[in-house]
Every structure is written in structure tokens, then in C-alpha cells.
């Protein structure tokens, strides 16, 4: 639903007299029940303060109104609404009616326009779109629905019914997108779709259609849908009853031999339902729960360690490790199972600045035997420059580099940072090795440690 600035006006001063007008028709009405029931004892004073009173009331109501233009409706580029109204609508239509479904379209691109060809022209494209969506909805019949500029390229649109109505809509909507240029720019639109049935929380159904927006452009990796509520019970619960499945896989040298052990961690719901960590993750990060999550997680692995092998490798959430309470838990877990050493694998997005300080924490680790990994090498760029400035033990390659045709077209790239990290004293390390010719290949290429179902498998820890 757009609006044209004439009937927004309409709409906030509509508003405005709807929430200022019972107010001064309680007041006349009070002022003439105390005429009509004691006009006879009435003091002069009444009738001054009577009048004061109505002149306060008219007052708020036109405070009321001039406040009201200052509520912000709609979006000042894209003429949709705001973020904050469109919930707000969006909240109403969910309670009052049963069936809902949402749609986030994104501007995939639209960072890269404000870059290369200004904000301005960023800002036109936004509009353009936003028209684009409405003027193809309305051709298809669907016309009066409330769509907001959420933030950067994204739109969300709120719809009547179950999203089966309109999944084949979206997809034709993509596709339509495909040669989409604004004056020789070039836009490239994503869709996403999500409904009540999933849950009826508003602020669930936004984070799925971002989840669902983020596995479109990095995995194809599906997992058993749970209603938001209902998982974070079941994580709660897991981790108060550290209810763990703990598993590893044995990671090998080039030389044949085992060197250490990576330990996968899943939490075991009620019924015996397995959550995996791409489902538990985001809820320990919504609800905070990170750090007494990664302690609890290393507690079990050190007292629970079964196998020759004295070195595990435990995934570690780069924010628990720069955390004083973490650290210092940390340290005295290490030195009460003293005979048991650890690599913790750090996997970060966002690229942390205070290097000095980070690489303080490590030292201070790394002299009680800790070892540190870095992950994800060759995909995101944060890998790369810890690589450079850290004081680390491990990379691992990104798993987009694990078969065969992948290595095979990136050699010089794998090479080039496999070079690198050598001459930092860095070992390499490649996982999810899963055949012979692709295994042969790696070890020609002298990636240091090696891991795959075509080595071993994953097995379970006794906990």
C-alpha cells in the first residue's frame, strides 16, 4: 500500500481526531451533567474553570493534530511504509485474521549501486522497485496490500491467506526480474516467502524469511522446520539438563597418522528430537546464552574425552573467547583435566579491529597448551586477514574447496594460501574429503591435515 503525501495527511489528521476527540466529548459531557444536575448552587468559579478546561482540551486536540503530522508513515524515498508502521499494521491483520502470509524482495545488489554509481542513483532504483512490485501485483490482481521498505534493498509485503497461493507468484516475480535495468543500471531482486503457519509472532516470521533469505544465497541446506516457540524451549531445556550428543572425527597428517579430533556437538530435545547447530545457534545467540553454551560444550568434551588422541577440536564462538568470564573458566577447566589439550575453531564474519588485544587473549591461551584454528580461509575475507595479523596455529580451507573439481579449478588460489600460511608457521588443514582421487590430490597439494568420511567416520563420544 503506498501513499500519496495528500491522503497520508488525511490519514494522520484522522488519527489525530481519533485520539482527541473522545477526550474533549468526556469533558462537555461532564461539564453539562454538573449544569443540568447543579445549575442551581453553581459558583462563578465553576464557569471560569469550565472555560479554562474546554480551552486545554481544544489545545490538546490540536497538539494532537500537529504532532500527528510529525508521525512518519511512509518511507521518504520509496513512498511504502516505514518499517515501524508496517508492522504495526502487520501486527493487527495477524490477530484479526487467521491466515497470513509474508514476502521479503530484496535489492540483492543495491550496496554495490550506491558504490559505483551514488546514493542518489540507489535511491532512485529503491523507488523504481517499489513501484515495479505494486504495478506487477496489480496486474496480477492483488492490489491494497501493505508493503514497507524495511531497510537497505528490502521490501516486505503482507498478504491474505497461506503462502501456497503465492508461492508460484513469487517465483514468477524473480524470474520476471532477471533483465531488470534502471537506466542501464543493473538490479538484481531476490524473493522469500513465509506464512502464519509457521508462527504467529510477527518478529519470528521476519527473522525466518531472513534465515530462509540467507540459506537461498549461501546453502542448500534444509532442515526440519520447528515452530520458534517450541525451539527455544527445547535449546533451553537441552542445555539446563546438558542434554549433548558429542561426536568427532578423527583428522589426519600427511604422514597417515591421526594428529587430533574434531567434535561436533547437537542437542538432544524432548522425544529425543536432534537439533542441529544451524538451528540451535541462532537461538543461544538471540537469548545471550553463548558463553555459558561454549563452556558447558568444552566442560563435557574434557570430561568425557574417550579416545587416545589428547588434542580436540571445539568450535568456539569468537565472542566467548574474547569474553572475561569464558577466559577465565577456561583456564581453570584446562588445568583441572591438565592431560587433555584443545583447539578452539574460530569462525567470524565480521572482522574484529583490536587486533592487539585479540592476539593478547590467544597468547595468554596458547600458554596453556590451547591451540587456535581459523575457519572458512578462501571465502570470507575476515579469514584472510586473521591469517595475517594472528597469532595462530591452524587454518582450514573453506568447505566450497572439499571435492574434487572445485580444487581442481582453484589450485593456484589453494596453493597461494597454503604458501602463505607456511610461512607464518601456520598449518593447513581441509575437511569433508569423501574420495580417493580427491584425497590423492590433496596431499600432492601439502595441505598439512586432512578429514573425511573417506578417512573415517564420525563417531560418537561417550557422555
Known sequence: MMLSQTKEREYRFKLALR??????????????????TNYTTLQTSFYIEAILLLLVSVYFIFFLIYRGFDVKITDSVTKTFTREYLYQYLQKEIRHKKDCTLILISIDNLNDINILYGIKNGDKVLKYVADWIMEYLKKEGIENIPIG???????????EGFKDKYSTLLELLCLKSNNLNIDDIEVKISGVITDTSYSKDLNYLIENLFELQNKNKNSKYEEEIIN?????????????????????????NNA???????????????NNKIIHPKTYLKVINKLGLGVSF??????????NCIYEENIYAVNILPTSLRNDKFLAK??????????????????????????????SIIKSLKSLGVLIAID?????????????????????FDTYYSNIDKISQNRSIIDGF????????????????????????????????????YLSKIQNNAN
Open 256 to 270: 597417515d597418522g591421526i594428529v587430533f579430533r574434531e567434535c561436533y556437538v547437537k542437542l538432544k530435545g524432548q
Open 294 to 303: 561454549d563452556l558447558m560444550v568444552l566442560e563435557e568434551i574434557l570430561k
Open 228 to 252: 520458534p516457540n517450541e525451539l527455544e524451549l527445547l535449546v533451553i531445556d537441552a542445555i539446563e539438563n546438558k542434554n549433548l550428543l558429542i561426536m568427532s572425527q578423527e583428522v589426519y
Open 149 to 159: 521498505h524495511i531497510k537497505g534493498g528490502d521490501f516486505i509485503i503482507g498478504l
Open 418 to 453: 597454503n604458501v602463505m600460511a607456511h610461512e607464518n608457521g601456520v598449518k593447513t588443514w581441509i575437511k569433508n574429503i569423501e574420495d580417493e582421487a580427491t584425497y590423492i590430490l590433496v596431499k600432492e597439494m601439502d595441505i598439512d591435515y586432512v578429514e573425511g568420511k
Open 19 to 36: 485520539m482527541g476527540l473522545p477526550i474533549f466529548a468526556l469533558i462537555l459531557a461532564l461539564i453539562f451533567h454538573t449544569l443540568i
Open 376 to 396: 572458512r580461509l578462501g571465502a570470507i575475507h575476515t579469514s584472510f586477514l586473521y591469517l595475517r595479523e594472528l597469532d595462530i596455529d591452524v587454518v582450514r
Open 330 to 359: 577456561t583456564k581453570e577447566l584446562l588445568k583441572e583435566y591438565a592431560g587433555t589439550q584443545v583447539m578452539f575453531v574460530l569462525n567470524e564474519m565480521q572482522y574484529y579491529s583490536y587486533i592487539s588485544r585479540y592476539n
